[in-house]
């Protein structure tokens, strides 16, 4: 609440100077970006650009060495996630994926899902055990909404098979709708293209902006598939080594110099 | 409708139940004979500790090796309430589960930060802690000579015998099963499969690791707890050399060879780990008497078993039932 002047109304996070180090070597450094409210945002470099360091500063799995990370979470309060261990952040409205899709193999897709409603059951453990009436309605309606994102998402049909050994585009799918169970303001992607086909991307591209539309928020994503970034995103932040580079729309970052260094090598580099 | 009503898991744990507990019938008809009550009720008593371990183990990952020591802290605490301080047999429960409950969780809240054989190696300390605890606190139990208890007196008029206490452990573990049942497959059960299969994951998805697993250890240690009371009351004398690492490693063993997960593979092991090598071993000629041969066909099970049924030897019956259905198609 002390924080709301900070941002503007319309910014759902802001980053401030965010900078971590491991040893010696700086992975962010000095990074500064904000995104708007569904707005979808991404976040591009070069391998090892520090990407994944910055998505797991700002959902606290690292805890940043400098730096303010400001987020209005569902009630519309600002708060600073630096203050956050890391299993609150998806109750302020935020949430994750994963680069290599973390689902449980032995559970069924719909238990799956069902992981990403653990902050919405409310009944103790003691009504859970005695199945009291509370307990089951509860239950009853999660997996109803479950069945919901997953009919969203077009994989009802699979709802029962264990996630184990179903195809890759399926478990990224998964994953995007154990993200929305906790009806997010904001969720990150990492990586969501990767392993998928050209047809499996364009439907990606098409999923991403009706997510947004449905569920009324902001999606930042690393991606190194340019098609899908210059497709599906209104707002651009590039890095190179840790470093802030440029940021815009997916025209303007296209045209940037830097960037294209960045990206290709500058002609000294070649000799 | 009669098919769809078999399927249901809780009638199924019921009539689980029921058959167990035709056993002393049939001890009376003379058709078994009467140390297989002794026997049958031990494996019960061991199952309500292996399905709490399974949760810790199974279910989150984590492996403690200080099972004993809890169960028999309750037993001894439940012996020296009803013998010593004349408590009814209820108090005596109560006092047997809080105790190692408090010590539990105290010790979770310390060494639950630490994992794999870390923790298996702290609470393996816990547990012989206890047990030296067990041979020297000599006021409360008796010291070596071990302290004796009697079956169980309920609500304190109801006085037991070997077999009716029998019925009584019957009737605990079916509650200990459907209690389990109920826990795995809702929200406790998908927040510790998480923990099990991606610790990033879960915490992404706001599992506090550190308070799931601390009920899971909890849950663990209470019914460890139950099985000791339950232990003491019904075979009656409590021992320190009862409650060494041997038995914890045992009620693991039962664990993984019956089936990590199933509530009947559990059941299953107990019974492998714990009365084969009484009804069978000790027929076979020479190796049968040999000191020690239980040990020998746990860990050659053990073997066998993760090489064929990782999964547990529960999972033998989908085999022969694939081979059953193989033959009559042939047929």
């Known amino acids: 609440m002390s924080h709301q002047a900070i941002i503007a109304d319309d910014i759902v996070l802001k980053i401030e100077e965010l900078s971590i180090a491991f040893g010696g070597l700086k992975a962010v450094d000095n990074l500064s970006f904000q995104i708007r409210e569904k707005e979808v945002f991404g976040l591009i470099g070069p391998n090892g650009a520090g990407k994944t360091t910055a998505f797991n500063c700002i959902t606290q799995f690292y805890k940043p060495n400098h730096g303010k990370i400001y987020f209005r979470d569902k009630n519309n309060n600002v708060t600073n996630l630096i203050d956050h261990p890391v299993h609150e952040v998806i109750k302020l409205g935020l949430v994750r994926t994963f680069q290599n899709v973390e689902l449980i193999r032995e559970l069924s897709i719909l238990d799956n899902v069902l992981i990403g409603a653990h902050i919405d059951f409310k009944s103790s453990l003691f009504s859970q055990a005695l199945k009291l009436p509370k307990a089951v309605k509860e239950e009853k309606d999660l997996r109803d909404e479950a069945i919901e994102v997953l009919r969203f998402l077009g994989i009802e049909n699979r709802k029962d098979l264990p996630a184990g050994g179903q195809p890759y585009g399926i478990l990224k799918k998964v994953e995007l709708a154990r993200t929305l169970m906790c009806r997010p303001k904001l969720i990150i992607l990492d990586e969501p293209a990767a392993g998928l086909n050209d047809v499996e991307t364009v439907q990606l591209a098409q999923t991403i902006r009706t997510i947004r539309d449905r569920y009324n928020c902001s999606i930042l994503l690393v991606e190194h598939d340019m098609r899908l970034v210059m497709d599906v995103c209104d707002q651009i932040c590039a890095i190179s080594f840790g470093k802030f580079l440029a940021v815009g729309t997916p025209k303007e970052i296209r045209k940037n110099k830097d960037v294209q260094t960045a990206y290709l090598g500058t002609e000294d580099d070649e000799t | ?331």
């Open chain 2, 1 to 331: 409708m009669n098919k769809k009503l078999l399927k249901n898991p809780y009638i199924q744990f019921v009539l689980f139940g029921v058959v167990l507990s035709l056993l002393p019938l049939l001890v009376l008809f003379g058709i078994l004979p009467s140390s297989y009550i002794t026997l049958i009720g031990g494996v019960i008593i061991y199952s309500i500790s292996a399905l709490g371990l399974n949760l810790l183990l199974g279910y989150s990952g984590l492996i403690s090796l200080g099972t004993a020591g809890f169960m028999g802290t309750a037993a001894y605490i439940s012996a020296y309430f009803t013998v010593n301080l004349h408590m009814p047999f209820e108090i005596a429960l109560l006092a047997g589960l809080i105790v190692p409950l408090i010590i539990g969780v105290l010790v979770g809240l310390v060494s639950l930060r630490i994992e794999g054989l870390y923790l298996a190696i702290a609470t393996l300390c816990v547990s012989e802690i206890l047990r030296k605890t067990f041979e020297e606190l000599s006021f409360l139990t008796n010291g070596f000579s071990g302290k004796t208890a009697s079956y169980p007196k309920l609500l304190g008029f109801i006085n037991l015998t070997r077999d009716t206490s029998y019925v009584l452990l019957v009737v605990f573990l079916v509650l200990v099963m459907i209690l389990i049942y109920n826990l795995v497959n809702g929200q406790l059960g998908r927040a510790l499969n998480a923990m099990r299969g991606s610790e990033a994951a879960a915490q992404a998805m706001g599992v506090f690791l550190l308070k799931y697993r601390l009920i899971a250890f909890a849950l663990a240690t209470g019914l460890a707890s139950l099985s000791g009371v339950l232990y003491v009351h019904f075979i009656r004398f409590t021992y320190p050399t009862t409650w060494t690492m041997g038995m914890s490693l045992n009620i693991l063993a039962a664990i993984i060879i019956g089936g990590v997960r199933n509530i009947y593979g559990t059941i299953l092991g107990c019974f492998i780990v714990f009365a084969v090598p009484d009804l069978f071993l000790k027929q076979i000629p020479y190796f049968g008497t040999m000191n020690g041969f239980a040990y020998i066909f746990n860990g050659v099970l053990i073997i066998l078993v993760i090489m064929f049924y990782p999964h547990g030897l529960i999972y033998i019956g989908n085999d022969i039932k694939r081979l059953f259905n193989k033959k009559k198609g042939k047929v």
